[in-house]
Nanobody, 121 residues
């Protein structure tokens, strides 16, 4: 699967953004969709993950309660609603797919170019 993330931008702290991740098609190894982010000088980290069929969600502690992951099966699109944004949320956000609910980045595929989110204080 090849995924394309969009929806990033520059906002002030406390604002909201919604990211989208579109897939042309999904296969049998695309059972989980996830959002990652990579801040300058830091490693890429898992932010949120959703099981495509069951809808079970996972969030990292840093975004729990502020971010919501969802999916639209008909549109083959995964969303990340980001509320109460903080400067530390500044990063390039990527979406990716995995065959199972892994926390390991190497298990994910379909990485696109990412979308930049900049949060100013």
């Amino acid at each position: 699967v090849q995924l394309q993330a969009s929806g990033g931008g520059s906002v002030q702290a406390g604002a909201s953004l919604r990211l989208s991740c579109a897939a042309a098609e999904l296969t049998t190894v695309d059972n989980f969709m996830a959002w990652f982010r990579q801040a300058p000088g830091k490693e890429r980290e898992l932010v949120a993950r959703i099981a495509w069929r069951a809808g079970i969600k996972y969030y990292s502690d840093s975004v729990k309660g502020r971010f919501t992951i969802s999916r639209d099966g008909a549109q083959k699109t995964t969303y990340l609603q980001m509320n109460s944004l903080k400067p530390e949320d500044t990063a390039v956000y990527y979406c990716a797919a995995a065959a199972w609910g892994s926390l390991v980045i190497a298990d994910y595929h379909g990485w696109g170019q990412g979308t930049l989110v900049t949060v100013s204080s």
